[in-house]
T-cell receptor, first 113, second 110 residues
Framework: DGGITQSPKYLFRKEGQNVTLSCEQN?????MYWYRQDPGQGLRLIYY???????QKGDIAEGYSVSREKKESFPLTVTSAQKNPTAFYLC????????????FGPGTRLTVT | QKEVEQDPGPLSVPEGAIVSLNCTYS??????FMWYRQYSRKGPELLMY????GNKEDGRFTAQVDKSSKYISLFIRDSQPSDSATYLC??????????FGTGTSLTVIP
């Protein structure tokens, strides 16, 4: 059963703590993406990776970090430097260069208090 | 100016109505135009995509692109309560990042 999984669905953290969101795909996709979704602001790109061991900053990378050690996995760490971390985080994957399709995971709702 | 502008709604229509959802974009280099549907607390799913100006039909859904005016539309015929969701438009320059609209919330009332 192919797809993208994100865990956990809901995550609660105290301010000042780093937290890592998981994203795994078994679609054999080269490209993976992290987005943040806030009410009234749509999807904003945090980081993306076109190939293993390489990734690029998106529009709102400050306060976030990623790694891409395996093709299937693209974890996102929300650091204490992120000023407003409470949001809905979406991971997506795609075939990469020249392909228009993105497949999204179910999302993780992060609440930081 | 945002790359993609979308009226957030909300939009509420009776069952069976024709729904029109619209976006405008700023960069004439955009090549692909997509529509995603997102149910509450779920990830978006791709509904339709178009590459060129004109219409593309898939069942009750029609995607329309007018590159001369940088306008993209999604029409839903015979709308159903199950169509109630947020609809996101998106664009892409080949090989580069995607740009999404803010989404339009649609409710179809039985």
């Amino acid at each position: 059963d192919g797809g993208i999984t994100q865990s956990p669905k809901y995550l609660f953290r105290k301010e000042g703590q780093n937290v890592t969101l998981s994203c795994e795909q078994n679609l054999n996709h080269d490209a993976m993406y992290w987005y943040r979704q806030d009410p009234g602001q749509g999807l904003r790109l945090i980081y993306y990776s076109q190939i293993v061991n390489d990734f690029q900053k998106g529009d709102i990378a400050e306060g976030y970090s990623v790694s891409r050690e395996k093709k299937e996995s693209f974890p996102l760490t929300v650091t204490s430097a992120q000023k407003n971390p409470t949001a809905f985080y979406l991971c997506a994957s795609g075939r990469g260069q020249g392909d228009y399709e993105q497949y999204f995971g179910p999302g993780t709702r992060l609440t930081v208090t | 100016q945002k790359e993609v502008e979308q009226d957030p709604g909300p939009l509420s229509v009776p069952e069976g109505a024709i729904v029109s959802l619209n976006c405008t974009y700023s960069n004439s280099a955009f090549q692909y135009f997509m529509w995603y549907r997102q149910y509450s607390r779920k990830g978006p799913e791709l509904l339709m995509y178009t590459y060129s100006s004109g219409n593309k039909e898939d069942g009750r859904f029609t995607a329309q692109v007018d590159k001369s005016s940088k306008y993209i539309s999604l029409f839903i015929r015979d709308s159903q309560p199950s169509d109630s969701a947020t609809y996101l438009c998106a664009t892409q320059i080949t090989g580069n990042q995607f740009y999404f609209g803010t989404g339009t919330s649609l409710t179809v009332i039985p």
